[in-house]
């Protein structure tokens, strides 16, 4: 198989992308807001909670974001923890989207990698 065909990213965009996860999360905030977390509706015929939504949406996140994690170690090898305080952030703790931002344009900071364990 083509590694191609496992990424069919070549007409992603990144800022809309963003965007419009952005936008979903401000819509879904707005619905649950006058709702406290044991509130109950209908889910497949049974009662479900918005705490079980929330849960599974969290297990969701992880569970893609642990994928996610496993294909970036086969990319560059790189295992274990990120040193998250980087000179190219100013000195300061680079946020997670920086650092990704950082290695998807293959930068490294001059002073230690910014990619990877560093």
């Not at 044991?38 to 974001?65: F, K």
């Given at each position: 198989?083509?590694?191609?065909?496992?990424?069919?990213?070549?007409?992603?965009?990144?800022?809309?992308?963003?965007?419009?996860?952005?936008?979903?999360?401000?819509?879904?905030?707005?619905?649950?807001?006058?709702?406290?977390?044991?509130?109950?509706?209908?889910?497949?015929?049974?009662?479900?909670?918005?705490?079980w939504?929330?849960?599974?949406?969290?297990?969701?996140?992880?569970?893609?974001?642990?994928h996610?994690?496993?294909?970036?170690?086969?990319?560059?090898?790189?295992?274990?923890?990120?040193?998250?305080?980087?000179?190219?952030?100013?000195?300061?703790?680079?946020?997670?989207?920086?650092?990704?931002?950082?290695?998807?344009?293959?930068?490294?900071?001059?002073?230690?990698?910014?990619?990877?364990?560093?």
């Amino acid at each position: 198989m083509d590694d191609s065909e496992l990424v069919p990213l070549d007409d992603a965009d990144w800022e809309a992308d963003l965007a419009a996860w952005q936008a979903e999360s401000e819509s879904e905030r707005a619905a649950v807001a006058n709702h406290e977390l044991d509130e109950t509706g209908i889910r497949h015929g049974e009662p479900c909670s918005l705490r079980w939504i929330y849960v599974h949406m969290i297990e969701e996140y992880a569970r893609h974001n642990g994928h996610a994690d496993l294909i970036r170690e086969l990319i560059d090898g790189a295992v274990g923890l990120v040193t998250l305080v980087c000179p190219a952030a100013g000195d300061r703790p680079a946020t997670p989207i920086e650092l990704a931002e950082r290695q998807a344009r293959g930068a490294r900071c001059s002073t230690h990698r910014c990619r990877g364990n560093g």
